[in-house]
């Protein structure tokens, strides 16, 4: 899911590849980067006085709004609750963290049923998971749902836009901090936002949720830290400043549409080769092919992926072209044949 990045965004990370957003004290330029890179973001995900910073990625955010909501909490026997579609970096801030997971199906659409999240949470639920873009699928939780669910638990809620965050803007689709009180994003410039690796994002609705997770770093010119890792990458944050100053909102509404084509153009002629094939939310296809043919498509050099089923999964990223396709499927013809 992540991208070539855009030419912008290369060249500027270049000339802060020493530098370390994780001390803004000593590093003053990046760190005025960073607060516009935080500002953008807040724009793209409709918050209008953002707090956060940027991540190493989704795995990075999705542990912090887990660390922030069982810090902030007043149980000592916290849970999280996700639905099963949930990146598997939830699971990582379970066992990182110590807390039980509390994993939901997805109805029929593949989204979380939420009548499953009203029952599993509790008194003791730090906080709740949606998904706006889940890595197989490509659905969107009912987050509103969600997080009236979360809420009136004592809970707070969370969603992880890592992948979505920079299409959904463009769509129908309530997943932003505009469409309901969240209180956290995970929200990846690396992945469609086309910023050089590693730059991801999260965003807080108030400066309570980074309270929580500060620590005092004395031998540092900075006196605290709230990030989860130490030194940083300045690149990824220059990088994802330039790639977004390129591209929000006309290039990123431009690449959303062209894949947004395309991941329909490969399910109808899916569909047309009578294989059976998830209908696209997002610019995601995943379609049901036998072991051996998607064998022998990787023999052929194609970088293909399973769902945790084992469907066949291709995300039409800003890189992929219709070329591309249309070579992916006549390989898939003369396999088939």
């Known amino acids: 899911m992540c991208t070539v990045p855009h030419p912008a965004a290369r060249e500027e990370a270049l000339g802060f590849l020493s530098t370390n957003p994780g001390d803004p004290a000593t590093y003053e330029m990046v760190a005025e980067l960073e607060d516009e890179a935080v500002d953008l973001l807040g724009e793209i995900a409709g918050l209008d006085s953002p707090h956060g910073y940027l991540a190493s990625g989704g795995t990075e955010a999705n542990i912090q709004a887990v660390r922030a909501a069982r810090n902030m909490a007043s149980t000592t ?71 009236q669910i979360a809420h009136e638990s004592g809970a707070r809620m969370h969603v992880d836009a890592s992948w979505g965050g920079f299409m959904l803007p463009f769509t129908d689709h309530e997943w932003s901090f505009t469409d309901a009180p969240i209180d956290s994003m995970a929200i990846d410039p690396h992945k469609f936002g086309q910023a050089p690796v590693p730059a991801g994002g999260f965003l807080a609705r108030e400066q309570e949720t980074l309270d929580a997770l500060a620590v005092d770093t004395p031998y540092l010119e900075t006196t605290s830290q709230a990030t989860l890792t130490g030194t940083r990458s300045g690149a990824g944050v220059a990088g994802a400043l330039a790639a977004m100053e390129a591209l929000w909102p006309d290039g990123y509404r431009t690449s959303y549409r062209e894949q947004m084509d395309n991941a329909t153009y490969l399910a109808a002629e899916f569909a047309a080769r009578g294989i059976e094939t998830v209908d696209p939310v997002l610019p995601l296809v995943a379609a049901s092919l036998a072991p051996s043919t998607f064998e022998s498509l990787r023999e052929q050099g194609w970088r293909i992926s399973r769902t945790a089923s084992g469907e066949l999964r291709i995300v039409c990223m800003p890189h992929v072209s219709r070329e591309s396709l249309n070579s992916f499927l006549a390989d898939l013809d003369r396999i088939r044949s």
Do not use: M
Request: charged share 25%; hydrophobic share 50%.
């Open 77 to 147: 026997d916290p849970n999280i609750v996700a639905p099963e579609s949930a990146h598997f970096s939830v699971t990582k801030a379970a066992e990182v963290l110590g807390i039980e997971l509390r994993t939901i199906p997805v109805d029929d659409a593949f989204r979380a049923d939420l009548d499953a999240a009203a029952a599993a949470v509790d008194a003791d639920t730090v906080v709740v998971i949606g998904v706006a873009g889940t890595t197989e699928y490509g659905r969107i939780d009912p987050i509103g749902a969600l997080t």
